[in-house]
């Protein structure tokens, strides 16, 4: 691969990592009312990991020339953000963030698994970005084929944001578990953010469409 090429990819991956978004606001929330966030960051990864696998067999262009299909996948990622965020309003209110809580709600980390590989996994947002920004950084001059060097891509992209959300959950809960009034607040922030993101994704769509029919 080129190695210049590779190293702006990490920069610009990083970068976009470390923008709070819903998939900070997942975390946080895994962080604080987990006994262990380690199955919700490992399924956020997940989803990048199948986003990787539909980009490097060339599925991820399929997907997005068929005529639509972006904007189902906008509509039902927007539908499960807003589900997910109000889940999260709906329990903030009466949230105790113990330790005996935490380990009340050890039978839900295959659920929390899921739920963040959900949260991931379909954003038309990750497609978008292993679909337009990945390939930019792919050289066609480069020993390696070209789907071998989007996986490699991909991946290291999966291993940047599982480090860096592992940093997120990880310092929620070393700096809010004993504050239940500060933990409170940002998971109210946490299921804001997936309300805000939702009902952003779902003008995407209905604001173009109520523009053609008027």
């Given at each position: 691969?080129?190695?210049?090429?590779?190293?702006?990819?990490?920069?610009?991956?990083?970068?976009?990592?470390c923008t709070p978004g819903v998939d900070w606001a997942y975390s946080i929330a895994a962080g604080l009312r987990q006994r262990s966030f380690v199955p919700a960051v490992a399924g956020l990864c997940s989803g990048y990991v199948v986003h990787t696998v539909l980009m490097a067999l060339g599925l991820a262009a399929l997907l997005a020339g068929v005529p639509g299909l972006l904007a189902w996948l906008t509509v039902a990622g927007a539908a499960y953000l807003l589900w997910l965020g109000f889940s999260t309003l709906r329990s903030w209110r009466g949230a105790r963030f113990s330790a005996e809580d935490a380990v009340g709600q050890s039978h839900n980390q295959f659920r929390s698994f899921l739920l963040g590989m959900g949260t991931s996994g379909i954003n038309p947002k990750g497609l978008l970005f292993f679909l337009?920004?990945?390939?930019?950084?792919?050289?066609?001059?480069?020993?390696?084929?070209v789907p071998v060097q989007s996986g490699v891509l991909g991946l290291t992209f999966v291993l940047l944001v599982a480090m860096i959300y592992t940093g997120v959950?990880?310092?929620?809960?070393?700096?809010?578990?004993?504050?239940?009034?500060a933990a409170r607040v940002v998971t109210l922030a946490s299921g804001v953010v997936?309300?805000?993101?939702?009902?952003?994704?779902l003008a995407e769509q209905i604001i173009p469409l109520m523009s053609r029919t008027a």
């Open positions: 691969m080129n190695p210049q090429l590779f190293l702006a990819f990490t920069l610009v991956s990083i970068t976009l990592a337009a920004l990945v390939p930019q950084f792919v050289s066609p001059e480069a020993s390696l084929p959950a990880l310092a929620s809960r070393k700096l809010l578990h004993s504050r239940p009034a997936m309300v805000g993101l939702g009902v952003a994704l």
